[in-house]
């Protein structure tokens, strides 16, 4: 599926994987904060959203390893948003 449908839709969670540090500094509206480090201890809670998940960080870089380990462990239905700052401007031009 295309994450610009997913994100018109709402039918995707997306997880900041930067530092709550780095994610108080701004971030993607109605997005969650889980740092990359914390990824593995948050598989339940993101297996049983029922939700596609879209990762972003900073550049891309740290929502790409999260994406690949969300991967390995059996979650299908995630996608590299890349930067917070570029879903963000994408979730503004799907507003009506």
């Not at 297996?47 to 994406?67: D, T």
Request: aromatic fraction near 6%; hydrophobic fraction near 35%.
């Amino acid at each position: 599926m295309h994450l610009q449908t997913l994100l018109q839709d709402q039918r995707a969670t997306v997880v900041d994987v930067r530092s709550p540090g780095e994610f108080q500094m701004g971030h993607v509206h109605g997005s969650i904060n889980i740092p990359l480090q914390e990824i593995p201890e948050h598989m339940a809670e993101l297996k049983g959203s029922g939700k596609a998940v879209v990762l972003c960080c900073a550049s891309g870089n740290r929502s790409g390893q999260a994406e690949r380990y969300l991967r390995q462990h059996g979650l299908q239905d995630v996608y590299n948003g890349g930067a917070w700052t570029d879903v963000e401007y994408l979730m503004e031009r799907l507003k009506p």
